[in-house]
């Protein structure tokens, strides 16, 4: 039987491994000038949907915490805030540039029914990463288990979806696996950095 409603974790499966694919095939052909500016764009959006996310559940978390106790003011939505994207961005971000009221202008955040509603953005980021790093070690063959992935995704949660395409989620390596595209990534940015630079 169809969920009524499939996992938002598993929305853009689809759409972020066919992109996967489509830049770096696209990102073969290019010189390395090109390929500088994809590279860093990509890598600035990984960072918003990743990093930044981070910091927003953060924050709904602190928020839910302070609930229970209390009624919340704009002073301490935005003290929360802060301290949510401290804890993530760390030494990354200048605090200067830090946002107090991203609290006030994401309306997704007083959606009742829609709790931790960035999450899936992450999760469906890395999800359909660790899904390319899986293709790419198992080739061709893989195709079979991606196809039943996808045909799964409107009847059962994302544990179950995987478990029965044959890989576990819920092993740090398949997340792992996900990051490394975001490192090799930076690396290559860093070389082709230093080497413009050095022309």
Same mark, same amino acid.
Not at 127 to 137: A, H, V
């Given at each position: 039987m169809l969920l009524s409603q499939y996992p938002m974790t598993l929305a853009e499966t !689809?759409?972020?491994?066919?992109?996967? $694919?489509?830049?770096? !095939?696209?990102? !073969?052909?290019?010189?390395?000038? !090109?390929? $500088?500016? $994809?590279?860093?764009m990509h890598l600035q959006d990984a960072c918003q949907v990743?990093?930044?996310i981070l910091s927003r559940f953060y924050f709904e978390k602190a928020v839910f915490g302070e609930r229970l106790s209390s009624e919340i003011g704009p002073d301490q939505f935005s003290a929360l805030m802060l301290d949510a994207q401290a804890r993530t961005y760390g030494e990354g971000l200048?605090? =200067?540039?830090?946002?107090?009221?991203?609290?006030a202008v994401k309306g997704h955040y007083y959606i009742p029914s829609l709790s931790y509603y960035n999450f899936p953005y992450a999760f469906g980021q890395l999800f359909g990463l660790g899904l390319y790093e899986r293709y790419?070690?198992? =080739?061709?063959g893989f195709a079979q288990a991606y196809r039943q992935l996808l045909g799964e995704t409107g009847s059962a949660s994302a544990v179950d979806v995987t478990r029965k395409a044959g890989f576990d989620i819920e092993k740090p390596e398949f997340w792992l696996s996900a990051l490394s595209v975001f490192e090799r990534q930076t690396m290559e940015f860093e070389n082709l950095v230093a080497d413009v630079l050095g022309k």
């Amino acid at each position: 039987m169809l969920l009524s409603q499939y996992p938002m974790t598993l929305a853009e499966t !689809a759409s972020i491994f066919s992109e996967t $694919l489509v830049s770096n !095939a696209a990102m !073969a052909e290019l010189d390395q000038s !090109a390929r $500088l500016p $994809l590279i860093e764009m990509h890598l600035q959006d990984a960072c918003q949907v990743i990093v930044d996310i981070l910091s927003r559940f953060y924050f709904e978390k602190a928020v839910f915490g302070e609930r229970l106790s209390s009624e919340i003011g704009p002073d301490q939505f935005s003290a929360l805030m802060l301290d949510a994207q401290a804890r993530t961005y760390g030494e990354g971000l200048d605090p =200067g540039k830090r946002h107090p009221y991203m609290w006030a202008v994401k309306g997704h955040y007083y959606i009742p029914s829609l709790s931790y509603y960035n999450f899936p953005y992450a999760f469906g980021q890395l999800f359909g990463l660790g899904l390319y790093e899986r293709y790419k070690s198992e =080739g061709p063959g893989f195709a079979q288990a991606y196809r039943q992935l996808l045909g799964e995704t409107g009847s059962a949660s994302a544990v179950d979806v995987t478990r029965k395409a044959g890989f576990d989620i819920e092993k740090p390596e398949f997340w792992l696996s996900a990051l490394s595209v975001f490192e090799r990534q930076t690396m290559e940015f860093e070389n082709l950095v230093a080497d413009v630079l050095g022309k």
